[in-house]
């Protein structure tokens, strides 16, 4: 646990705006934390926030085998005090990284509130905030950039007339086709089946295969005028994030059979 400490035996620097904040607000805590205490901790709710006024703080991610990965080194510098978890102002998330100090650090503790008085009376620190705002949604943007290109399919749309071989027996099964409307005929060792949406998982043909990366054990020909979604073959690992149950669900029944 983090030791209080006496305001008056702070070192505040040459910024006059953190006096005047304490002087305003004393029911802000200033801490010292020891080495490798967690101020913010991955997962929790919480809504507190913290202006570091000496020392250095790590910010962390675990990762799924149990360790943390370091996001970045905060370091208390003159005139400018590091800000930490300050996106608590919105309340609305967990937290999604670990900070803790390295080396001995002091601290105020702040709540939300007390972010709505910095931001209407101090400009000094509401231009560090604001700064920081703006380099936390850069990296969520970034974040949902990288996201999304993990599940875009990058998928064409097509309408097919009559008499169009979509796969051949025995070809790489190098694309995916969503059959939306229309019908299919399939073909494979002397049977011959037709084909609508519903007749598919999700109306996917050639699942398997694509999923596999093997050849195509059918030939499909366009039956009437049908309307497809077509996904490429590099585009098989986020079909993978997009439709986790469906993969599955497939992969499992051919190994039963």
Known sequence: MPDPLDPTALDLG????????????????????RDGERLVV????????????????????????GTQRPLAHLE???????????????????????VRAVGSCQALHLKPSHLDAIMAG??????????Q???????ANQELRDLRARFDLAASLRMVQPGEVLLRSGEPAHTLFQ????????DAGGTSRLLHAEDLPDGF??????????????????????????IEAGRREAFLRSYPALVLGVLQSRTRT
């Open 14 to 33: 040459s910024d006059p705006e953190l006096g005047r904040l304490l002087a305003a607000h004393p029911d802000i805590e200033p801490l010292r934390f």
């Open 76 to 98: 208390c510098r003159p005139q400018a005090p590091v800000i930490v978890g300050e996106m608590a102002y919105f309340g609305t998330q967990r937290r999604t990284a670990t």
């Open 179 to 186: 059959l939306t409307l229309g019908a299919i005929r399939v």
């Open 42 to 65: 991955e997962g929790e709710d919480s809504q507190d926030l913290y202006i570091l006024l000496k020392g250095a703080l790590v910010v962390e991610k675990a990762l799924p085998d």
């Open 122 to 131: 101090f400009p000094g620190l509401t231009r560090i905030l604001c700064r």
């Open 133 to 139: 705002f703006t380099t936390r949604l850069s990296e």
């Open 205 to 230: 043909l050639g699942l398997e295969a694509f999923l596999r990366g093997t050849p195509h054990p059918f030939t499909a020909t366009v039956e009437e005028p049908s309307f497809l979604a077509v």
